[in-house]
Nanobody, 126 residues
């Protein structure tokens, strides 16, 4: 089992940037595919992006492609979500998630992930 704790959320103006962090503990971090999701009020949780176990490949939702980037540091047991050119529609609670199964591709469904953090609020003001 792995425990995940997100940090770095906050209030930012349109066009600004934030970097979220997700610290993992409990098991070998490099055994897990990591994903980021978000959930806005009244909406379903949606996929943001994912990074393979070795950090070599990433995949993003179209809504954030070119603005957000994911990186992981397996030595620090941490995955990051760099968010640039933020828009009001990016306002949501952001969650990191870990998948402990095979890593043959990119996984964008919340059902693909086994463990979740508690979330961190990101608010983008217009």
């Amino acid at each position: 089992q792995v425990q995940l704790v997100e940090s770095g959320g906050g209030l930012v103006q349109t066009g600004g940037s934030l970097r979220l962090s997700c610290a993992a503990s409990g098991r070998t971090f490099s055994d897990y595919t990591m994903g980021w999701f978000r959930q806005a009020p009244g909406k379903e949780r949606e996929f943001v992006g994912t990074v393979r176990k070795n950090g070599g490949s990433t995949y993003y939702a179209n809504s954030v492609k070119g603005r957000f980037s994911i990186a992981r540091d397996n030595a620090k047991n941490t995955v990051y979500l760099q968010m640039n050119s933020l828009k009001p529609e990016d306002t949501a609670v952001y969650y990191c998630a870990a998948r402990g199964k095979y890593d043959f591709g990119f996984y964008s469904s919340s059902y693909d992930y086994d463990y979740w953090g508690q979330g961190t609020q990101v608010t983008v003001s217009s």
